[in-house]
């Protein structure tokens, strides 16, 4: 079972985007800061990670990608990272992707928006997410 770490210092938005992916068969773990979903990544084997462009604390989203992609660990280097933001700011993909975000998206995000975006980074087919 693909495993999805969930950045969010939201436990609604957290909550959504959980029900949002339920269809998936998903195994979840969660942080609502990013030092805490940092922690996690390191010591859980992570297939994707879904963040918050903006998190409390000293690490906002950026920043939490660009620890991710400086990582002493190969398998947390490599890891997907999917940046989300309510944000409208028109720079926030350009500092999202070079950081390293593998995606960016704005919210909202509608469930079929967000289930693609996951298959994809995933290597979901279809077929795997509907039993079939």
Not at 77 to 96: N, S, Y
Not at 115 to 131: I, K, N, Q, W
Request: aromatic share 4%; hydrophobic share 50%.
């Amino acid at each position: 079972m693909k495993r999805v770490l969930l950045v969010e210092d939201s436990n609604t938005i957290r909550h959504i985007l959980k029900v949002y992916l339920m269809r998936l068969k998903l195994d979840f773990l969660e942080a609502e800061k990013a030092d805490h979903g940092l922690r996690l990544l390191i010591t859980q084997p992570v297939d994707l990670v879904i963040a918050d462009f903006n998190l409390p604390g000293s690490m906002d989203g950026v920043e939490l990608v660009r620890r991710v992609r400086a990582s002493e660990f190969t398998r947390v280097r490599q890891v997907p990272i999917v940046l989300l933001t309510g944000g409208k700011a028109p720079d926030l993909e350009a500092k999202a992707l070079q950081a390293g975000a593998s995606e960016f998206v704005r919210k909202p995000i509608s469930i079929d928006a967000l289930a693609a975006v996951a298959r994809r980074h995933l290597a979901l087919s279809e077929a795997d997410t509907l039993g079939v």
